[in-house]
Nanobody, 119 residues
Framework: QVQLVESGGGTVQPGGSLTLSCTNS????????MGWYRQAPGKQRELVAS???????NYLESVKGRFTISRDNTKYTLFLLMNTLKPEDTAVYYC?????????????WGQGTQVTVSS
């Protein structure tokens, strides 16, 4: 079982920056894909960025060049550096781990952290 806890959300003005962190407890397997999702009011949850063990990255088109996902490989702490924030980035941001555990695919979520971009 994996438990995820996000932190770092808050309110920031347009053009500002925030860094989200996601700490975990439990066993992270080598096949894990770690990522950040977000969900704005009235919209579906969407993948913002993900990172694989080999370091390969994937970003939502609208955040490319502004957001950077990274990982502490010793503790598997996950980060999301968000620069040049826009009002449309306002959402609840969720940390996610998807991994195969002995032949079973498991999907874990944090409780979410609110990011509000407003002047």
């Amino acid at each position: 079982q994996v438990q995820l806890v996000e932190s770092g959300g808050g309110t920031v003005q347009p053009g500002g920056s925030l860094t989200l962190s996601c700490t975990n407890s439990g066993t992270i397997f080598s096949n894990a894909i770690m990522g950040w999702y977000r969900q704005a009011p009235g919209k579906q949850r969407e993948l913002v960025a993900s990172i694989r063990r080999d370091g390969s990255l994937n970003y939502l088109e609208s955040v490319k060049g502004r957001f950077t996902i990274s990982r502490d490989n010793t503790k598997y702490t996950l980060f999301l550096l968000m620069n040049t924030l826009k009002p449309e980035d306002t959402a609840v941001y969720y940390c996610n781990i998807n991994q195969w555990e002995y032949g079973t695919n498991k999907n874990y979520w944090g409780q979410g952290t609110q990011v509000t971009v407003s002047s």
